[in-house]
C-alpha cells in the first residue's frame, strides 16, 4: 500500500558528506512522524534523527551537530544530511514513515529496504 524507496547511500572517506532522501508513495492520506534508523553488522537497529509533520527534529547523541533530517510534506520526502562521517556511522539506514491512509481510524508504520553507508578511508 505504501512504499517507501530510498537513495543517497554509498562509500565515503571519514570527514566526508552524503545525503540521504526518502520518498513515500502509495495510499497516503497524511503522514505523521518521519525517520531515518540505522542498523549496523552485529547490533540492534537505532534511530538516528525523526521529524515531525510540523518540523520538530529529534536526534540520536551520537549525531547531533553533525547529522540534520528534513521533510517536505507536500512531496512524502524526508532527507538525511549526513556531515563529518565517521567509521562507526557505517551501517545499513532505513527510512521509517508513520502513515495514515484515508478513512483509517489508525496510522501505521512503514520501512524502506534500506540503504548501505561506508565511511572508510
Known amino acids: 500500500q505504501v512504499q517507501l524507496v530510498e537513495s543517497g547511500g554509498g562509500l565515503v572517506q571519514p570527514g566526508g558528506s552524503l545525503r540521504l532522501t526518502c520518498a513515500a508513495s502509495?495510499?497516503?492520506?497524511?503522514?505523521?512522524?518521519m525517520g531515518w534508523y540505522r542498523q549496523a553488522p552485529g547490533k540492534q537497529r537505532e534511530l538516528v534523527a525523526a521529524?515531525?509533520?510540523?518540523?520538530?527534529?529529534n536526534y540520536a547523541d551520537s549525531v547531533k551537530g553533525r547529522f540534520t533530517i528534513s521533510r517536505d510534506n507536500a512531496k512524502n520526502t524526508v532527507w538525511l544530511q549526513m556531515n563529518l562521517l565517521k567509521p562507526e556511522d557505517t551501517a545499513v539506514y532505513y527510512c521509517n514513515a508513520n502513515v495514515r491512509h484515508l478513512g483509517a481510524p489508525s496510522s501505521y508504520y512503514y520501512w524502506g529496504q534500506g540503504t548501505q553507508v561506508t565511511v572508510s578511508s
Open positions: 521529524i515531525t509533520s510540523g518540523g520538530t527534529t
Open positions: 502509495g495510499r497516503i492520506f497524511s503522514i505523521n512522524d
